[in-house]
């Protein structure tokens, strides 16, 4: 278990600094388009002409890529939460007297097969 939250944890920490760079780079690269561009929005600009590149649909892409980044990070808030949570019961709950069943346990070898 501790294994899993250093895991979630980093991964947590990698989807928080690339959610912040889609954000920060959508709203420079609108900044940017406003400043040269005779356009009152970004979502405008993407309907504008863009020769010779296709900047067809960029203002939509980027918007659902920021979505979806800022919505992972939150769900991986809720699995490192859970994760803790879970820590925390097994830790108060005494099953660290956990054992797995060995071959000599009864449950395990009951020498009966095939029945």
């Not at 895991?7 to 989807?15: D, K, R």
């Not at 820590?87 to 060995?102: D, I, M, V």
């Amino acid at each position: 278990l501790p294994i899993s939250l250093a895991v979630s944890a980093l991964i947590l920490f990698f989807l928080l600094v690339s959610a912040c760079i889609l954000s920060i780079g959508m709203n420079s690269l609108c900044e940017s388009i406003l400043k040269t561009k005779k356009v009152e929005s970004c979502i405008q600009a993407q309907t504008e002409s863009w020769k010779p590149f296709d900047g067809s649909q960029f203002h939509t892409n980027l918007h659902n890529a920021q979505a979806s980044a800022w919505a992972n990070f939150v769900f991986w808030i809720i699995i490192l939460v859970l994760l803790c949570i879970q820590r925390r019961k097994e830790s108060t709950s005494g099953s660290s007297n956990f054992r797995p069943l060995a071959a000599s346990d009864p449950e395990w070898a009951t020498g009966e097969i095939g029945r």
